[in-house]
């Protein structure tokens, strides 16, 4: 890594360019006549990347042609109500000539026409599935938006239609905590069948089951915690010092339940 230091006298942030930190060679870029000017004639503004000034750079990145002419904002939104140009569309415009979701297709796909609707495919049609990691018939694809055109990411056989709570209950603990619904209840029969603080069996309010404590450094497990202990040590900060000094707190002014 180099140590060299702007070149103006006292300055002694790093180079960033043309002998210059960023701060003069920002100066030297507006005002000094040897710097480069935009590449637009009649634009006296200084370059700033690919030979243009910052405002016909934004023109020519999100446009196409940094000599685009700009309708005024009248309260109809940053192109002055202009719509997509893709036939049937209808929704705002919101860079080059499309909107939010043509734009983004465009950028991600590199065609703002790319299929993404279930209707599109045709009969021997296929889709990636992340899951499995290969190309899948398209009939092997749930649908996922309720006017049912979309198709789901993963296809059937990695993602059931519906799954049971006892299903997603496994995936839960198996996804946030590493752990399958049999070593919950093994870890659970180990306290006695009940908190690890305070020995309630009761859940949280709402809850079939009662919540997994764990450390969100490492991520380990610690045991199973009642919603109110479970709640108690994360307002804490899982602070063991704290926690000491509340019930010293509690005891010294002499706090009751109820």
Known sequence: ????????????????GRGFCATHLMAWRRNSPDAP???????SNAAWSRGLCTKHYQRQRVHGDPLVTLVPNRGL????GAVCAIDGCGRPRKGIEW????????????????????????????????????????DKFYTRHRDGTALASRCHDCKPASWTPEQQRRANLRKCYGISPEEYDALLASQGGGCAICGSTEPAKGKRYMPVDHCHGTGAVRGILCGNCNMAIG?????????????AYLQRTGATNG
């Open 99 to 138: 909107c939010s979701l043509h734009y983004t297709r465009f950028h991600k796909y590199g065609d703002p026409l790319a299929i993404m609707r279930a209707e599109a495919y045709d009969g021997g049609a296929t889709k990636w599935c992340p899951a499995c990691k290969q190309d899948v018939s398209v």
């Open 37 to 43: 000017r935009c590449s637009v004639d009649s634009c």
């Open 235 to 247: 307002l804490l900060a899982d602070d063991p010092e704290r926690l000491i000094l509340a019930a």
């Open 77 to 80: 939104g940053p192109y002055g």
């Open 1 to 16: 890594m180099s140590d060299r230091t702007c070149s103006v006298d006292g300055c002694t942030n790093k180079h960033k």
